[in-house]
């Protein structure tokens, strides 16, 4: 008897199953809920950070988690089998079965994509538990406002008499007005399903083609669009531009960012073509994303959710394109950088939230400057924390950023002593303490600049910036500048450089180098006004190389350096001449609004908007 049972022991540990709680991702064994062990699991995407979900290194392979991407990749081959299947089939008329397994994995296909959270978990669960056959109700979802997304998986027979033939979604789709996009051959039919929809948008038979009303691989197509031209694909001496793209790739676990990005890319894509249905369906569904940004701001939990800066960040580049009003940028920058200090320094260490904070770190600063107000950027553990995990390096660029932190304060420093001297409320020897102190902060500060540029620029490991002549290639005007002197008008060089990211860092420098020295009035070693001058021309004479060779959407971030540039030159000179033409060709190339309008909303002056706060 004891033999037998020691016997037996050993095999009770062998069928012994796995723990379940070890299994799980360290965010849902930290908040003590249910994981689906799946990567970004989708307890961690409810919650609203879908890349803080890590799981633990298992040497079990079928105890290591399944990523939802690889899950989307054999749902979609098994639609394409079956799409085969079919049309091996359709002669004999066969394919009956396969038609309604067809129609529930296009569902569940759709319905994981951008159903609410509750209904995707008991998919998921169904669909992980046995196949026991999905018994579900009908339920609207996503952003098509009482379409129904998928049907009943308790398909009626297809033989009945109503189009015995069609799938039951096709049949509910068949008196549809617009026309059915998710009836793709392939993958490879993107294209021209894109192509149809262009063709069918001005045709009185379909009407005007609502964004609410169009199937996913159509409105793939046009977020794919949307992220090559806003995060196009570089290497690392381009400068970063993944954060948009790595957002796109997540966008499936939020309705509040599948929505953002439908909105922004079908707009995008209608201004690109310069058709005004296109362009209008994108803006149908504008209002209702920010409702939806506005209910998620006003929530404790939500307001630091990454879905949240995603949106914030989307609706951004939204109004880069489109322009709905004059102070809609400087809103959304606003927003964004308040934004930012709620959530709070240790939200950006890792995944798309570092990557929008980092990459888009021009942008937050440039809008300090324009506030010119103290900013929170400034501080020690803004410029530390985001990359103490390792998750990128610091690079020339922001080396200068973490100077120009510095900077908005020395502006704020100064209209507070302007404003003091007219209203004389300091006493003389206060007001003397004062600008000393203002005097010695923009010395310093200047100095630091300097040292930065023989560290960073003069010693650029693929070599500083080279000059070369003007020739106008690919229609690009030419940039003439003043000798100051003697008031000539001539034809300067153009600034080359070994690659995009020194070329932006150059910019940002001369720009944050000419705000500084607005409020420079030190009597001995100021920054003279041919100095000023200069710092402009700089601007101006890479504007050439950098939007000729940066892809997509880059030039936006020139767009800060092109509007301090423009406020160093005075009214009716050749300076601006050249700008204004700058403006229109991008504008026309790019099909950004934003630079249509010479950007008055992202003035440094004391009376922009961002400094304002007008609406």
Not at 236 to 245: D, E, I, N, Q
Request: charged share 25%; hydrophobic share 35%; with cysteine.
């Amino acid at each position: 008897m004891v033999s037998g049972t020691q016997q037996f022991v050993p095999d009770l540990r062998v069928r012994k199953t796995p723990n379940r709680q070890s299994r799980s991702c360290k965010v849902c064994r930290l908040r003590k809920v249910k994981c689906d062990r799946v990567k970004p699991c989708h307890a961690c995407c409810a919650h609203g950070y879908p890349s803080k979900c890590v799981y633990e290194h298992v040497p079990d392979e079928e105890a290591r988690p399944i990523s939802q991407a690889e899950e989307i990749r054999n749902l979609r081959a098994e639609i394409r089998d079956l799409r085969g299947r079919i049309d091996d089939k359709q002669d004999d008329g066969s394919g009956a079965q396969d038609l309604q397994r067809l129609d529930r994995l296009e569902s569940l296909f759709e319905s994981i994509r951008s159903a609410p959270s509750p209904l995707v978990d008991d998919l998921v669960r169904d669909i992980r538990t046995a196949h026991v056959g999905l018994k579900k109700a009908l339920v609207p979802v996503g952003p098509w406002e009482g379409r129904e997304a998928y049907e009943s998986y308790d398909y009626p027979s297809p033989s009945s008499p109503s189009s015995p033939n069609l799938p039951v979604r096709n049949r509910l789709l068949i008196n549809s007005p617009v026309e059915d996009f998710n009836n793709l051959q392939g993958e490879d039919d993107d294209d021209s399903d894109f192509e149809r929809m262009s063709l069918s948008s001005g045709s009185d038979s379909y009407g005007t083609i609502s964004v609410m009303s169009m199937q996913r691989p159509a409105v793939d197509v046009f977020v794919e669009r949307f992220v090559d031209a806003f995060s196009p694909e570089v290497d690392m001496k381009s400068g970063k531009a993944g954060a948009l793209r790595a957002a796109a790739g997540i966008r499936m676990f939020s309705p509040l960012i599948t929505d953002a990005f439908e909105a922004v890319s079908v707009a995008f894509f209608g201004r690109s073509v310069q058709n005004k249905q296109i362009e209008a369906s994108g803006f149908r569904l504008y209002p209702r994303v920010l409702r939806a940004l506005q209910d998620a701001l006003v929530d404790p939990e939500k307001s630091k959710a990454e879905s949240t800066l995603v949106t914030v960040t989307l609706l951004l580049a939204f109004e880069s394109v489109e322009r709905t009003t004059q102070s809609g940028v400087s809103a959304h920058v606003r927003g964004a950088v308040r934004l930012i200090e709620h959530r709070g320094p240790e939200n950006h260490m890792y995944g798309v939230e570092h990557l929008l904070f980092t990459e888009l770190r021009p942008y937050w600063i440039g809008a300090a400057l324009a506030a010119r107000q103290p900013s929170f950027l400034a501080r020690e553990d803004w410029k530390t924390i985001p990359w103490s995990a390792g998750t990128t390096q610091k690079d020339i660029l922001h080396h200068l950023l973490d100077l120009a932190t510095s900077v908005p304060g020395l502006l704020a420093a100064s209209d507070a002593f302007k404003e003091a001297q007219i209203t004389s409320v300091m006493g003389a020897q206060e007001m003397a303490v004062k600008q000393s102190t203002l005097w010695n902060g923009i010395r310093e500060l200047t100095g630091s600049f300097y040292k930065w540029y023989e560290d960073w620029v003069v010693a650029y490991p693929d070599g500083p910036p080279q000059e070369a002549e003007q020739h106008g290639d690919q229609g690009f005007p030419i940039f003439q500048r003043r000798d100051l002197r003697t008031g000539a008008t001539f034809t300067p060089t153009r600034f080359t450089y070994p690659n995009l990211l020194l070329a932006q860092t150059m910019c940002v420098y001369y720009a944050v180098r000419l705000v500084l020295s607005s409020v420079d009035t030190r009597p001995g070693d100021r920054v003279s006004p041919m100095e000023q001058y200069d710092l402009g021309c700089g601007i101006c004479r890479s504007l050439e190389f950098y939007i000729l060779t940066a892809p997509g959407n880059m030039i936006n971030r020139l767009a800060f350096p092109t509007r301090v540039a423009w406020e160093a030159f005075p009214d009716g000179g050749p300076e601006r001449r050249f700008m204004v033409e700058v403006f229109q060709l991008v504008e026309k190339r790019h099909a950004l609004g934003l630079w249509g309008s010479s950007m008055p909303e992202l003035s440094t002056k004391e009376s922009s908007p961002l400094n304002t706060g007008s609406s």
